[in-house]
C-alpha cells in the first residue's frame, strides 16, 4: 500500500491514568475502487490498518489538570502530538482527523472545570497542531460509561 493512498486518523483515549494515542490508516476507497480488481476489498469497508508501535501514552489523567487547564498542552498533549507527527507523513497531517475521548476521570470532574479543560484541548490543538479537528463538541468531548464500555471490549 503506498503512503500517497492513505488516510489516517487519531483517537486520544484520556482516561484516569493518562492518556493514550492511537493512530490508524486506511487505503483510500476511491483509490481502490478505481484501482483494484479484487471483488471482496471492493465490497466491503475499507481494511483498517494499526501497526504495534502506533500507540504512546501519557500521564497523569486529563482531570489532574482540572485546577490548572493551561498547562494541558505542554505537559499532556503536545507529546501525544509530537508522536503522531513522526508516524503520519506530513503531506497528510491537514486531512487526518483527531478525536480525543475523556473517559471516567473527567466525568468525575464538575462541569465547569470539566468544560474549561475540554476547550483548552480543543483550542490547543487547533492552534499548535496541523490535524484535523472542526467542532470541538465533535472532537473533544467526555464519553458515557456506556460507549467507554463497548470501547474496552473491543
Known amino acids: 500500500m503506498s503512503a500517497e493512498h492513505d488516510n489516517y486518523g487519531i483517537v486520544v483515549d484520556s482516561g484516569s491514568s493518562g492518556s493514550r494515542i ?33 500507540t504512546f501514552k501519557t500521564t497523569p489523567g486529563l482531570s489532574s489538570f482540572a485546577d490548572d487547564p493551561d498547562d494541558v498542552w505542554d505537559d499532556h498533549f503536545k507529546p501525544l502530538i ?13 486531512s487526518t482527523p483527531i ?11 464538575e462541569e465547569k472545570k470539566r468544560n474549561k479543560v475540554l476547550d483548552k484541548v480543543c483550542s490547543s490543538l487547533k492552534k499548535k497542531s496541523n490535524f484535523q479537528i472542526g467542532d470541538c463538541s465533535e ?3 467526555v464519553i458515557d460509561g456506556e460507549v ?3 470501547i474496552e471490549k473491543t
Do not use: C
Not at 36 to 53: A, G, Y
Not at 82 to 94: D, F, G, L, R
Open 22 to 54: 492511537q493512530i490508524y490508516k486506511w487505503q483510500d476507497p476511491e483509490y481502490t475502487q478505481k484501482n483494484s480488481k479484487d471483488t471482496k476489498q471492493l465490497n466491503s469497508v475499507p481494511e483498517i490498518i494499526q501497526e504495534e508501535n502506533w
Open 82 to 94: 509530537k508522536y503522531a507527527e513522526k508516524i503520519i507523513p506530513e503531506s497528510k497531517h491537514s
Open 99 to 109: 478525536f480525543v475521548q475523556a473517559t471516567a476521570g473527567m466525568r468525575l470532574v
Open 139 to 141: 472532537h473533544v468531548q
Open 148 to 150: 467507554e464500555g463497548l
